[in-house]
């Protein structure tokens, strides 16, 4: 008989230690070693208590095992966790008429990643251009904005602006045509009979929290609706109550043809992405033309039907407009007091912090020394995208914490 070697508990350093050289080194870490959470809380293996305003890139968007999530996911776990597409399964339905009826649209994919859900209506709208649009084969395009982040894969790194994300793995997919974010007449130019679909994010978290002038989404339907192309909303971060609306397309008032949905739609405890689409468009698919072995599987079904349910009330919704002004007063509170700038909708902000006080990262660094665990984007950006669960009291306490580090950077 073997016996498992007992390893001795591992302080957090020691596990930052570890990792060196045998984890591939794509992510770079802020220095917190994560063992228990609950909420807007995590801890340390230390016991350290930091408060999560980074909410796992929206993925976390109902705190940490919120109780209803935990209790879908564990009554599941009971049942039945994975048929395959091969056989039916007794939650998929449901999930799917729910996520329907939340977005208004008629048709779901059910995927497992963001990235899977891009590559998914990247797929469909080809298809549809070639089925229905009646484009040329092998000639259709997809336009897309600058600054984008769809994902990691091949395809979607193909049409990314961000050099770090795309040199050294070409060669990459052609069809894509990169115009200028938040710029209408760029996209109607780029927009030809060849173009299966415009792909935006309705607001750019990755670049900042870049939010477009109002009217562009409405632009953006207007202009798809008359080239007869598809409008494709990837919210796979700005949906799902980020914003303080279901879908950031709400505030205009839009509803794409397609929308990428992930993150929070897995409830922070299993990956579950979707393509939501009019019918039109994803009866385009047949049998063998697109699958996953693990979309649409009853555990992330059940997970997905509780967070949909969560949402039906209203209740995040509400909590991200409600706070998101506290947070937009209190980050008004210090520009020029170590903030250049903010860009803020619902819970979510990119904050511009002054070059002279500190980078991004190690305004995040201090943060962290503080209890206060944000993330750096780009250079001296940090986003502010905490559970829309915290309270005010919470809300104002990161708050606090920012100012104090800005004023002894300072
Ligand atoms: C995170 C993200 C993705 C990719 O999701 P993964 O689950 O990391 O593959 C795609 N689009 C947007 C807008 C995202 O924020």
Known sequence: MTVAPVRAARSSAELIRAEEPVLAHNYHPLPVVVARAEGTWVEDVEGRRYLDMLAGYSALNFGHRHPALIEAAHRQLDQLTLTSRAFHNDRLAQFAESLAELTGLDMVLPMNTGAEAVESGIKVARKWAY?????????????VAADNFHGRTTTIVSFSTDETARAGFGPFTPGFRVVPYNDLAALEAAIDETTAAVLIEPIQGEAGVVIPDDGYLRGVRELTRRAGCLFIADEIQSGLGRTGRTLAVEHEAVVPDVLLLGKALG????????????????QVLRPGEHGSTFGGNPLAAAV???????????????RAEELGMELRVGLTALVGKGVQGFRARGLWAGVDIDP??????????????EGVLVKDTHGSTIRLAPPLTITTDELGQALGTLEKVLTEGA
């Not at 579950?272 to 009019?278: E, G, N, T």
């Not at 006080?357 to 943060?367: D, K, Q, V, W």
Request: hydrophobic share 45%; glycine share 12%.
């Open 267 to 282: 409830g922070g405890i299993v990956p579950v992405s979707a393509v939501v689409a009019r019918r039109e468009v994803l």
């Open 356 to 369: 002279a006080i500190g980078t991004g990262r190690e305004i995040s660094e201090r943060l962290m020394r």
């Open 304 to 318: 997905g039907s509780a967070v949909v349910e969560l949402l039906e009330t209203g209740e995040f919704q509400r």
């Open 131 to 143: 089925d229905v649009k009646g484009v040329a084969p092998d000639q259709a395009t997809i336009v």
